[in-house]
């Protein structure tokens, strides 16, 4: 399992070397990956239904954190969807991205996002699950970004990546605190322990967060103008970033943590309200729109709404729906945005108003599309319309806001009954349109995906007893924490439910019929709208922090070196004085019976030079004055016989000297800039800094808190490490870790000063 | 910046070698005695400085025969590669290991990874110096 859901990782590194070696087969090469992946997990299937399956890898023992990957029946629909899916997505975005230029950089990316995605869906450890789940908002950033010339994709990407990364933080929040509640970061655990959690005095907390974090990710309203947006990636992308991925992962937690923190009023409310809201939003906006990947991608926005409000209604019947509707939906979106991206492909154009009659040139592009549209309307024989069924069921008996909930459902059935003949009659049927290349059948490639994922909509509307036994039972008692009991059919007689999808279609249909001369009435209302909507507030949002950062970059980063120093000083001198103040007080003991005048010599000495190289206006005077004051201070060491130190100290001082004279050949006169005020200021900063330092030193004389370690290093030195010179063993042996960290931070700054001369040297060079 | 006067020039002639010498020894002995590979790489940077205070920062590169910077990398490869035999044979990082070779006469050569570590330390300093004072010298010009 481990190696199964690194093996994208691994892949991706070297999918650049097998894009060489494969050509313009590289697509159909790496989809080998997620298809036997996917076979590897269907041998779980007959295991998931007696319960879930715990797999444990270690990885950091030390902290608690493990590998342990859950398989139940949720986390199996999940990864089975996601490996399915993408192996069609890798073949179809290999003919439809073919000689793109970074074809290979595409596959990379891709590659590791279906892996964060799998490992996000089949983490047991809430660390590992945030893990991936930041990776996947990285990496679905570089997707979505992935025509980085394009001014507007860098914008869109970089949009999604800053609301699902807020997300992001937000869900770390939550988990935390499921931890803290629960005691474990391990979700089997968590599932196991449901009950203390609602009186617990984080809940309100922790499911605030959670769903922030859910919410942001799945696209909710008010976040959900940053998906329609992300359309500005290739169309591989958006098929599989919108069907079975990205987006779900929100889908997933808030599924995965039901059983944990549902049945609390507070969880069934956002979650039925905001979906709900969500649902019509989307349903709304995919009617009116005339892009049609921007119709699709709406109309995932009122499925996400539609999955969000199913597990808030939190019934048996709603699970059922919600596992069922997750899958039909991931079977047609993920097939209608890969002919989208066909018909984009070989017409040239997005816009549904210029399509037309297409039927006659893309016969087979055609079929499929009025397949995969009738499951998204929810018509027989399509598994959406059991889905749809069932929903409509599950809300006619909901506990709570039953009606309302039904009048949101069937608006926005209506509503995607006309989606769905925008995205399956407009573009086929009718009159032929103007597009600007003329229209032929795709590629192989880019129907074999589609093709399928259709037939096996087919399939499971005619056969649902077949997902039903093998994977459905045990996902829908994963989701609802308890087995239940459900029979899915085709057919459930006359009924309220079928009564309903029945008005919805015809309303539906009629609705397609006004399309073209509503639609632009339509746009403008939105246009209006998009002036107070949530997108203006990202963009204040986003505005404001700019105009923060400036304003605390003046206020920090002035550039003048004195206010940095005084600020480092004062504040460095003034918390660790503080600290000892209230901790141990002034008091020391000054011992000077038995010291010797020559130790007089040296502190005056120090001093000396210390109130001179302060004083002087001659630069060269001063460094002298401060070897003077190394110097001194490599006697004491020697005195205090520490001749490694002081032999150090020597060498150090030596060439400090050396160095600082280098600089100052390069600096211009000694001119007195600064006011008497500043100058008092700085001195009484820097003799507070001194006495402070100086009231440290003599406590350090009394007080030990801890036994001194030295001993240690005296009695082990020899023995241990084979070494007399305890010094040097600290450094290269006992301690050599810290060393090794020293040097690299002496590298650093060593490419640090060359790097600052180098620039120096160029802005010179510009006229 | 280059200096003209001959009390230098032959100064740094004669000194140069002694004190790189002395650098070598400061870091074999450091074990045991006062020295290491630290004090070594600031004995050794002080004499190419000195060097290139006499003749030049072209010339001390030349002497050098590897960039500053390549002798940098070189101090933390082998401050890196020290930590390897404890790698492979699982234990905590940068556990010592000592090989203890027989000479002629029958002394022993004590090698060990401490001491590598230490080369490393050595050529990371004298790298950081040289970069240092190389790099200002060659702005100048």
């Given at each position: 399992m ?19 070696v494969?050509?313009k ?10 298809a036997s ?5 269907s ?10 399956l ?10 608690g954190?493990s ?35 970074y ?28 893990v991936f ?8 950033y570089?997707?979505?970004g ?7 994709a ?26 803290i ?9 968590i ?48 098929a599989?970033l919108?069907?079975?991925?990205m987006?779900?992962?929100?889908i ?12 609390g ?6 979650l ?17 729109s ?5 119709v ?18 939190g019934?048996?019947l ?8 997750l ?19 070989e017409?040239?154009?997005k ?16 079929t499929?599309a ?5 499951s998204?309307?929810g018509l ?10 069932l ?7 909901a ?7 039904l009048?949101?459902t069937?608006?926005?059935?209506i509503l995607?009954v006309?989606?769905?003949g ?23 490639g880019?129907?074999?995906g589609p093709a399928v994922?259709?037939i096996?909509?087919?399939?499971f ?11 459905f039972?045990a ?5 609802h924490?308890?087995?239940?009991d459900?029979?899915l ?21 009629l ?41 605390q ?15 480092l ?24 019976a ?8 040296i ?12 004083g002087?206006?001659s ?36 060439l400090?000297?050396?160095?600082l ?7 211009p ?6 006011t008497?005020f ?6 009484a ?9 100086t009231?440290?030193?003599?406590a ?13 290093y ?6 241990l490490a084979y ?13 050599a870790?810290?060393?090794l ?7 650093l ?7 600052m ?11 | ?15 140069m ?10 870091l ?10 630290f004090?070594?790489?600031l004995?050794a ?5 000195l060097y ?11 002497i050098?025969?590897?960039g ?18 404890a ?17 002629p ?27 240092f004072?190389i790099?200002?010298m060659?702005s100048?010009?």
């Amino acid at each position: 399992m481990l190696l199964a859901v690194l093996s994208g990782f691994l892949l991706a590194l070297f999918a650049p070397l097998l894009h060489r070696v494969a050509g313009k087969y590289i697509g159909w090469l790496l989809s080998l990956l997620p298809a036997s992946l996917a076979v590897y997990f269907s041998t779980f299937l007959s295991q998931v239904q007696d319960g879930p399956l715990l797999l444990e890898y270690q990885w950091l023992p030390g902290l608690g954190i493990s590998l342990n990957f859950l398989v139940d029946g949720l986390s199996l629909t999940f990864a089975l969807l996601i490996s399915g899916i993408g192996t069609f997505i890798l073949i179809y975005a290999g003919s439809y991205l073919a000689g793109h230029k970074y074809l290979a950089r595409f596959f990379v990316i891709m590659l590791s996002f279906m892996a964060s995605m799998l490992g996000l869906v089949l983490s047991d450890n809430l660390i590992t699950l945030f893990v991936f789940w930041e990776l996947t908002s990285i990496t679905s950033y570089m997707l979505i970004g992935f025509n980085h010339e394009d001014l507007e994709a860098r914008k869109c990407a970089l949009q999604g990546l800053f609301v699902t990364v807020a997300g992001g933080l937000a869900l770390m929040a939550g988990l935390i605190m499921l931890a803290i509640m629960t005691d474990s970061y391990s979700l089997s655990a968590i599932l196991a322990s449901s009950d203390p959690i609602h009186q617990h005095v984080f809940y309100t907390g922790a499911v605030l967060c959670l769903l922030a974090g859910a919410f942001t990710k799945s696209a909710q309203v008010p976040f959900h103008f940053w998906l329609p947006n992300a359309m500005a990636a290739p169309t591989p992308v958006s098929a599989f970033l919108h069907s079975a991925t990205m987006v779900k992962a929100g889908i997933y937690l808030m599924a995965r943590l039901n059983p944990a923190l549902g049945e609390g009023e507070l969880w069934t409310m956002m979650l039925m309200g905001f979906g709900a809201v969500t649902m019509l939003t989307g349903a709304w906006f995919a009617f009116s729109s005339t892009g049609i990947k921007k119709v699709l991608a709406y109309s995932t926005v009122m499925a996400l709404g539609t999955l969000t409000m199913l597990i808030g209604v939190g019934t048996e019947l709603a699970m059922t729906a919600f596992i069922c509707f997750l899958v039909a939906h991931s079977l047609y979106k993920g097939a209608l945005f890969m002919l989208a991206g066909a018909l984009d492909h070989e017409t040239g154009t997005k816009d549904i108003t210029r399509m037309g009659g297409l039927r006659k040139s893309m016969p087979v592009t055609a079929t499929i599309a009025v397949f995969a549209a009738l499951s998204l309307a929810g018509l027989p024989p399509l598994f959406g319309f059991i889905a749809k069924e069932l929903m409509l069921e599950a809300l006619l008996d909901a506990p709570l806001w039953s009606s309302l909930l039904l009048v949101a459902t069937v608006t926005s059935a209506i509503l995607i009954v006309g989606v769905a003949g925008l995205v399956a009659i407009k573009p086929f049927f009718g009159a032929p349109g103007n597009t600007p290349k003329a229209p032929h059948e795709a590629p192989f490639g880019m129907l074999v995906g589609p093709a399928v994922l259709t037939i096996i909509a087919l399939a499971f509307g005619l056969m649902p007893f077949i997902p039903e036994n093998v994977l459905f039972k045990a996902a829908v008692a994963s989701v609802h924490g308890t087995p239940v009991d459900f029979h899915l059919a085709l057919w459930h007689g006359i009924n309220m439910p079928l009564i309903l999808s029945g008005v919805s279609l015809v309303v539906g249909l009629l609705l397609f019929r006004a399309w073209p001369s509503i639609q632009p009435g339509l746009n403008a209302v939105n246009f209006a709208g998009s002036r107070v909507g949530p997108e203006a507030g990202y963009f204040k949002v986003m505005e404001w922090i700019t105009v923060v950062a400036s304003w605390q970059t003046r206020l920090l980063q002035n550039g003048v070196l004195g206010i940095y120093m005084l600020v480092l000083v004062a504040v460095t001198f003034g918390l660790a004085g503080y600290t000892m103040l209230d901790q141990y007080g002034v008091h020391f003991t000054l011992n000077l019976a038995d010291s010797h005048f020559y130790e007089w010599g040296i502190a005056l000495l120090l001093v000396a030079s210390a109130v001179f190289a302060s004083g002087t206006h001659s630069r060269l005077g001063s460094v002298a004055s401060m070897g003077v004051l190394g110097f001194g201070v490599a006697l004491t060491f020697i005195l205090f016989s520490a001749p490694d130190l002081g032999i150090t100290q020597l060498l150090v001082e030596t060439l400090t000297v050396i160095l600082l004279v280098l600089v100052l050949f390069k600096l211009p006169e000694f001119v007195n800039l600064s006011t008497p005020f500043q100058r008092y200021r700085d001195l009484a900063v820097s003799v507070f800094a001194g006495v402070v330092i100086t009231l440290m030193m003599l406590a350090v004389l009394d007080i030990q808190y801890f036994e001194s370690i030295s001993s240690y290093y005296v009695e082990n030195s020899a023995p241990l490490a084979y070494g007399r010179n305890i010094v040097n063993v600290i450094l290269v042996d006992f301690r050599a870790l810290d060393t090794l960290g020293e040097i690299f931070v002496l590298s650093l700054a060593a490419l640090g000063v060359l790097s600052m001369l180098k620039l120096k040297a160029e802005d010179q060079h510009k006229p | 910046m280059k200096s003209n006067t001959m009390i230098l020039h032959t100064a740094a002639l004669l000194i140069m070698p002694l004190q790189l010498m002395f650098s070598i020894f400061l870091l074999f002995r450091g074990h045991d005695e006062p020295g290491g590979g630290f004090i070594g790489g600031l004995v050794a940077a002080g004499a190419f400085v000195l060097y290139a205070f006499a003749f030049g920062a072209e010339a001390a590169r030349r002497i050098l025969r590897a960039g500053p910077r390549d002798l940098l990398g070189a101090g933390l490869l082998l401050g890196l590669a020290s930590t390897l035999p404890a790698l492979f044979s699982g234990q905590p990082m940068l556990t010592a290991h000592w090989w203890e070779l027989p000479l002629p006469g029958g002394d022993y050569l004590k090698l060990s990874t401490p001491l590598i570590f230490d080369i490393g330390v050595y050529f990371a300093v004298l790298g950081t110096i040289m970069t240092f004072v190389i790099g200002l010298m060659e702005s100048e010009e």
